[in-house]
C-alpha cells in the first residue's frame, strides 16, 4: 500500500494570514513594538519553528524575549482566530482525500505543529475535513526534532509500514520539502499564500492545487 503524506496544516486549508495575525497579536500582548508586514512574514517563512523565529528576530534587533512565552500566546491567539474564521479546504485537497483513500492508499497528516494547532484546525473544518479521514497524524510530540529534520516523515513511514518510494509528499514551505527529501520521500511543493515565491528547487514539482492522480504519477511503486 502507498501512502500520501500532507505536511503541514496549511497544505490542508491556507492559514497562513491568519498565523501572521496571531503572531502580531501576540507580539502587542508582551509588550513588543514588532509587526511582521507580509513581507516580512514571507521572509520568516523561510525558516520553520515559530520560537526559533521570534528568537531569532529578538536577537538580530538585540532584544531580550522570552520566544517561548510570547510563542505559547501566538499559538493560544492562532487557535481562538481559527475558531472564530471561516476556514475552507485548498483547492482539491478534500477531493484528493477522499479518492486516495477510496482507492487503498493510506493518508496521513504529517507535522510538527503542536496537537492543539492540528486539533484546532480540524474543528474550523468540522464537516469538511475530520481526523477520521487521517490513517496517521503526525505532530511534535511524536518526535524528537521537528522539521526541517527527517524525523517526522521516518516516524509516519515506520508507523504506517511503508517505504519512501511508495510515499510522495505534499509541503508548503522549504523546511517542509527538505524534510521530506531526506527522508527520501518525493515531495510536491503546495505553496500557500505567504510563502509563493520561495525556492522550491529540492520539490519534484509545484503546483497550486491537488489531484490525486497527478500525485500518484510521483509514487515510485506505482510507476
Known amino acids: 500500500m502507498s ?29 513588543l513594538d514588532w509587526s511582521w508586514d507580509r513581507d516580512d512574514y514571507r521572509e520568516q517563512l523561510t525558516n520553520n519553528g515559530g520560537a526559533k523565529r521570534i528568537a531569532e528576530f529578538a536577537a538580530a534587533r538585540g532584544e531580550d ?10 499559538s493560544e491567539t492562532f487557535q481562538k482566530l481559527l475558531g472564530s474564521s471561516t476556514v475552507t479546504p485548498r483547492p482539491g485537497v478534500a477531493e484528493t482525500i ?7 492508499h493510506q493518508v496521513a497528516l504529517v ?7 492540528v486539533a484546532a484546525l480540524l474543528e474550523a473544518l468540522k ?12 505532530d511534535l510530540t511524536s518526535v524528537d526534532e521537528p522539521k526541517p529534520d527527517r524525523a517526522a516523515y521516518s516516524y509516519a513511514m515506520r508507523t504506517l509500514d511503508v517505504q519512501a518510494e511508495d510515499c510522495v509528499a505534499v509541503e508548503d514551505n522549504v523546511g517542509g520539502v527538505a524534510s521530506a527529501v531526506a527522508a527520501g520521500v518525493v515531495c510536491v511543493a503546495f505553496p500557500n499564500e505567504n510563502t509563493a515565491g520561495h525556492d522550491f528547487a529540492k520539490a519534484a514539482a ?6 490525486f492522480e497527478e500525485l500518484r504519477t510521483f509514487i515510485k511503486g506505482e510507476q
Open 3 to 31: 501512502a500520501l503524506f500532507f505536511g503541514s496544516i496549511s497544505t490542508i486549508a491556507d492559514t497562513s494570514e491568519l498565523q501572521r495575525q496571531a503572531f502580531n497579536e501576540a507580539f502587542t500582548s508582551h509588550g
Open 65 to 74: 524575549v522570552d520566544a517561548a512565552a510570547v510563542h505559547r500566546t501566538k
Open 98 to 104: 477522499r479518492i486516495a483513500k477510496g482507492s487503498g
Open 111 to 117: 507535522t510538527t505543529t503542536t496537537p492543539e494547532n
Open 127 to 138: 464537516g469538511q475535513i475530520s481526523r477520521d479521514d487521517f490513517d496517521l497524524v503526525v
Open 206 to 211: 509545484v503546483v497550486d492545487h491537488i489531484d
